[in-house]
């Protein structure tokens, strides 16, 4: 596996394709304005490819937060076509290595909520709690999705610490339909 970061603004084939197919669209920042982010913020966004040829197709990308407090892993895909074969594996422990100074988080679709993909949100939490990231109790609602948050560190994570990421987020990007969530903690 081999894998790059992606500079502002440059195209790359087949990225935008994942990108759309990988994420809900009321999940999605639109492409052009993601792209054009890593060039505004210290964003981390790495593409991965199955192997060290540069004719190598794209198995998938990662878009990490360094937070002040944080390392929020924002986006994190593996293509259809590669899922169940151990990259995704691959891709988190390399993540968990290479941001193992400050603890991480991330927010996944909730595995409790009724939807058309909960055994899919049911495996993908599965997934993080095999390597290590555990329920924070924290959730927050956005377009009527609920978001579980994950953490992995001895740190606690609370709503506040949510709210203090996001607002670090806001500096640079918000969709102006998500200032009206609804949030929760068990």
């Not at 603890?103 to 939807?115: A, G």
């Not at 939490?125 to 290590?132: E, M, T, V």
């Amino acid at each position: 596996m081999r894998f790059r970061k992606l500079k502002a603004n440059e195209h790359i084939e087949g990225l935008q394709e994942l990108y759309e197919e990988a994420f809900p669209k009321e999940e999605q920042i639109p492409y052009d304005r993601l792209i054009q982010l890593v060039g505004e913020m210290s964003l981390d966004f790495v593409i991965y490819y199955q192997d060290a040829c540069e004719q190598s197709e794209i198995l998938g990308f990662t878009i990490v937060f360094p937070a002040k407090n944080f390392d929020w892993f924002w986006y994190f895909a593996v293509r259809k076509d590669f899922r169940g074969k151990g990259f995704g594996q691959q891709i988190l422990t390399q993540l968990i290595r290479e941001y193992s100074t400050k603890s991480l988080i991330l927010d996944m679709e909730s595995p409790t909520q009724i939807c058309e993909n909960q055994e899919q949100r049911k495996r993908r939490h599965r997934f993080y709690l095999r390597n290590g990231f555990r329920d924070t109790n924290v959730y927050k609602t956005f377009d009527s999705i609920t978001y579980t948050i994950l953490i992995k560190g001895e740190k606690t994570f609370t709503m506040k610490d949510y709210d203090d990421v996001l607002n670090e987020l806001k500096c640079f990007w918000w969709r102006k339909d998500l200032e009206n969530e609804t949030e929760k903690v068990e």
